[in-house]
């Protein structure tokens, strides 16, 4: 059982990112400059996204139906792969101001990178596992990175607790549902028994699994605390990144096992209002911008939740019209990563030495101070709230019709509630940069400075959110077509 | 059925492309960037004359049509039309930005540049929603333009003018955002976000709604607009908003934001929704009739100026909802006349108190007193103005509510009789704060030594007081153009609608057409009743 060209060509992009990452961590003990290792993991990422094209180009399924390269693992892939791009760009400055090694962040990275690109293509539940794996265990030690500073490390720990725990209940699924259908490939699962309990219980095993993965209610708690104590280009990978695969590969499962989706409306349903509620009431009385982003990463969970109810109902009574709640949860997720990857690299560099500037008052007259820098900002929280001419408003948008096209009417006045709510904290954060004179002390210090590559990630998230928000089409024509998950 | 020309993208776009040009100025050329924020709204004012030349008064439907596609699915077009109606709120718009400009220019003293930038875009985002033909694009300008306001309000305002901005931004979205899921319910249910397209299908039978679904989608439209009106008891951010907005902040709010609320009733709420209009009628009509009371009671025992004026706007909005929710013709085109009258005539209040708050950097009514010896210019123009906005015959506030007053007898005449106690109401505390400001003994020596109007101020509320007494006198030649735009949402609302009489060609509802015979009619009602 050798693995054919063409098995390669379909798992190209995760052979890149994979080889690089392994290249950082040889080369680390020869090369001395720092900068080399940023322009490899930069070369690595960059190659790794273009070779995901080259995978598209050879669509099919790969080593026997273990993955599957398809429209759908070709958007994540592109998706991770320019997060992890921008995240490259933006910790270079980071890891320079903190005095941090590079080599291994950047192998971490790629790590997780590819982990995750193995999530998006998975066709069959070990392989998922494995990509799971990939991704968690390089997020735990990213998480702790900054290893003398005392938040990181309980980040770390604490994400490393809980996410053992939630993968284990991921694998112990897996049993379960193998132990019902005899099989562990998505696609062979089409035909199960949907009344088997053995099937539903290993189901709700991996939601939970997932569940803790994209941060859903009641599986968040964690979510506050590692992402405020990591360091900040690693919270803005993990907002980006891994949700956005553990979303994908939630999804897959979903959509493709027909078992899954007549059970499950109504466990979506209840994550999804559970989430926005904890996220955004959470969310409401943060002091410190970098926690209230956290918080504000759990309600939009909450948001593409409500994308998921919408599809596992669609597929109940006409699974031909689903095309576009599944169009809704991939919109959302693209323009929520661009969107937080921008916001936390913004609060990367605020923060100063140490990370000692993340409360919302450090940020008071920042539109005075620095004037590009509140409007950048500006246009990231204008996006989470969701106002037109931002990519945060059409994927609002298009969840809002996937519900009410589910006739999920309930939900959708659910999530306007939370959008309200959530438009309250966004705009505090507005109202502070905009309308609050700087205290003195930091009306008198030199503004912070903006380095030329963490310039260039906060362009690229910015024009790109403006650039959704007026032409969606061009992702969504790609993203509608019906033959998303290869079949 | 699209007649070339791109006037109306021209005046949504106009305003942004001079605030982008504004930003090129340097930050502290302050002359520079005041003057040419004003020749770009004069100049938009300009363009927006020629509506009056291109607009056909006669033709029922949408003119100027611009059509192009924007998003494939679900399909959303860039689809711009105006007609009678839309026509002079937008000539409301261009001509209240100009005019708050000329307010702003010493009051506002810091961060100048990005004060007429919001400004400007404030503009955009409300001309675009006086032209919007797609439902989507319509919430699309409705959103946009909250930002700019909201920054206005909360940079350039009062004391308290945070708490003001945020409350103000809240309120609207909760309206807006229901409104977005009514929006996407109604595209299910049609297919089209096309406003057009929706009104022919439902003229010609095509589309019927479950009363139930009906009712529910108009409560989500009606709510974002009575929010935005605003229609008692959802009125509390507006005084708020007024009180800590800048002048040119109040003037907007007042002359035209408020306007967006009635007009989304009159060209959303109406026709998509005629039976639910019928039933919710008596409720609504309700809830104007104690706004005009009850704002005119607040306004009368308000020691601040700004507050009256506010108050004073929610007793107002009443007449011009309940005009719109008696369903005559007549009433109808008394709210639009209202909607344009009360837009000048409390725009001009609102400079006035501002000027006042120049001097004296206070709103207390307490605090003036016997200002008439000092400033008798601007004591003249006070008086002119606080007429024209109480009703006085030949001035403008008094062709609105006596249109709508008749209009509303023709449907009820208790509704009639209550509203008109408003009108008394108006009287009162307009000319008793006029007798506390102006008249009386000098109780304060700063207020001796008080300027009068400079040439600038003389210039804004000449323009003003010419414009209040033209609409005064010569009403006919608005009347003439929205007449036929009232006729054809009364004949949408109408539940006996004629099916038949909907054209059988083009995209554009016919279903008011009127007949010339008819129009002949209204007019000479309308010369009548003068």
Request: charged share 10%; aromatic share 12%; proline share 5%.
């Amino acid at each position: 059982m050798f693995p054919r060209t063409i098995d390669l060509y379909r798992v190209l992009p995760e052979l890149v990112w994979g080889s690089f990452g392994t290249l950082a961590m040889l080369l680390q003990p020869f090369v001395r400059n720092r900068n080399f290792f940023t322009v490899l993991a930069f070369v690595g990422a960059l190659g790794g996204t273009g070779a995901s094209c080259f995978a598209f180009r050879n669509a099919g399924p790969g080593f026997y139906g273990l993955v599957q390269s398809d429209p759908f693992s070709y958007f994540f892939h592109l998706l991770v792969g320019t997060v992890a791009l921008l995240v490259v760009l933006a910790a270079g400055p980071y890891l320079d101001r903190e005095r941090l090694p590079f080599a291994e962040f950047y192998a971490l990275l790629l790590f997780a990178t590819a982990g995750m690109g193995v999530l998006a293509s998975a066709q069959e539940l070990l392989t998922a596992f494995i990509g799971l794996e990939m991704s968690s265990i390089s997020s735990y030690i990213l998480a702790g990175y900054h290893r003398d500073a005392l938040k990181s490390s309980e980040s770390s720990l604490k994400y490393f607790l809980l996410g053992s725990f939630a993968t284990a209940f991921f694998l112990y699924g897996i049993a379960l549902i193998y132990g019902s259908t005899g099989t562990t490939m998505l696609d062979k699962m089409v035909s199960a028994d949907p009344s088997s309990t053995l099937l539903k219980l290993g189901l709700a095993m991996i939601l939970i699994g997932l569940g803790f993965k994209v941060a859903a209610a009641p599986f968040q708690v964690w979510t506050p605390d590692v992402y405020e104590g990591a360091p900040t280009p690693v919270t803005a990978f993990f907002s980006a990144g891994p949700k956005a695969a553990a979303f994908a590969l939630l999804l897959r499962i979903f959509a493709t096992v027909p078992a899954a989706t007549h059970f499950w409306f109504w466990a979506f349903w209840l994550l999804a209002v559970l989430t926005m509620f904890a996220g955004n009431l959470g969310a409401l009385v943060q002091t410190n911008l970098k926690r209230l982003l956290a918080y504000s990463s759990i309600a939009h969970a909450g948001y593409v939740l409500v994308a998921f109810a919408a599809v596992t109902s669609m597929a109940q009574v006409d699974s031909a019209n689903a095309a576009p709640a599944y169009a809704a949860v991939l919109f959302y997720l693209l323009s929520y990563a661009l969107v937080k990857l921008g916001a936390f690299t913004i609060v990367s560099q605020m923060g100063g030495a140490g990370e000692k500037h993340l409360s919302l008052d450090d940020y008071a007259g920042l539109s005075q101070r620095q004037p590009v820098v509140a409007a950048m900002l500006s246009i990231y929280l204008l996006s989470l709230l969701g106002l037109p001419v931002t990519a945060g408003f059409f994927g609002k948008f298009y969840i809002f019709k996937a519900a009410v096209n589910s006739h999920l009417l309930w939900l959708a006045v659910l999530m306007a509630v939370n959008s309200i709510i959530g438009a309250y904290y966004y705009l505090r954060v507005i109202v502070v940069m905009y309308m609050r004179e700087p205290s003195t002390e930091a009306a008198t210090a030199a503004p912070v400075g903006f380095p030329l590559t963490v310039n260039v990630v906060l362009a690229v998230t910015a024009i790109g959110t403006i650039f959704f928000g007026v032409m969606p089409n061009a992702v969504l024509n790609f993203i509608l077509q019906p033959n998303l998950l290869g079949h | 059925m699209l007649s070339g020309g791109h006037l109306l993208s021209v005046l949504i776009f106009f305003p942004a492309v001079g605030a982008l040009a504004l930003l090129l100025l340097r930050d502290d050329d302050h002359k520079y960037i005041r003057i040419l924020a004003l020749i770009v709204s004069v100049v938009e004012f300009l363009f927006s004359l020629l509506l009056l030349r291109d607009v056909p008064t006669a033709v029922p439907g949408y003119h100027l049509e611009e059509l192009a596609k924007w998003i494939n699915d679900p399909p959303i077009n860039y689809h711009l039309g105006v007609d009678g109606i839309s026509m002079f709120l937008v000539l409301l718009t261009t001509f209240l930005t100009p005019i708050s400009i000329l307010a702003s220019w010493q009051s506002i003293g810091r961060r100048v540049k990005e004060f007429f930038v919001m400004l400007l875009m404030l503009e955009v985002g409300v001309v675009g929603v006086f032209l919007s033909l797609d439902l989507f694009l319509f919430f699309l300008f409705w959103e946009v333009m909250l930002i700019p306001m909201a920054l206005l309000i909360g940079i350039w305002g009062h004391e308290r003018r945070v708490y003001a901005a945020v409350k103000f931004v809240l309120y609207t979205m909760a309206g807006s955002i229901l409104m977005l899921v009514g929006i996407i319910w109604l595209y299910n249910a049609t297919g089209t976000f096309d406003l057009p397209a929706i009104q022919q299908r439902l003229a010609s039978g095509g589309l019927v709604l479950v009363p139930g679904t009906e009712m529910v989608l108009f409560l989500a439209f009606f709510l974002a607009f009575a929010i935005k009106v605003p229609l008692f008891p959802l009125h509390t951010w507006l005084p708020d908003a007024h009180v800590e907005a800048p002048t040119a902040g109040s003037v907007m709010l007042a002359g035209v934001l408020l306007k967006m609320g009635t007009y989304g009733m009159i060209r959303f709420c109406l026709p998509l929704f005629p039976q639910a209009s019928h039933r919710a009628a008596g409720w609504v009509a309700a809830l104007a009739i104690i706004g005009i009371i009850y704002g005119a009671l607040v306004a009368m025992v308000q020691p601040n100026l700004k507050k009256l004026v506010a108050y004073s706007s929610v007793s107002h909005l009443g007449f011009v909802v309940l005009g719109i929710f008696a369903f005559q013709n007549i009433s109808m085109q008394g709210a639009v006349y209202q909607m344009l009258a009360h837009g000048i005539s409390t725009g001009a209040l609102f400079l006035l108190v501002g000027m006042l708050h120049d001097r004296r950097h206070t709103f207390e009514i307490s605090e003036y007193g016997g200002l008439a010896t000092p400033m008798p210019k601007l004591a003249a123009f006070f008086l002119f103005v606080a007429l024209s906005s109480l009703g006085l015959p030949m001035l403008n506030g008094f062709v609105g509510e006596y249109l709508i007053l008749l209009g509303t007898y023709q449907r009820h005449w208790g509704w009639a009789s209550w509203a008109a106690l408003g009108v008394i109401l108006s009287a009162c505390y307009l000319l008793w704060s006029y007798q506390r400001v102006f008249f009386g003994d000098i109780r304060h020596e700063e207020n001796r030594t008080v300027p009068d109007a400079s040439a600038r101020e003389k210039g804004i509320l000449v323009t003003m007081a010419v414009v209040t007494l033209w609409m005064g006198i010569g009403s006919i030649f608005i009347t003439r153009r929205t007449d036929v735009a009232a006729q054809t949402v009364i004949d949408q609302v109408d539940p006996r609608r004629p099916y038949e009489a909907a054209a059988p060609n083009g995209t554009a509802p016919r279903a008011g057409t009127v007949p010339a015979s008819r129009v002949k009619l209204i007019t000479a009602e309308r010369l009548g009743t003068r």
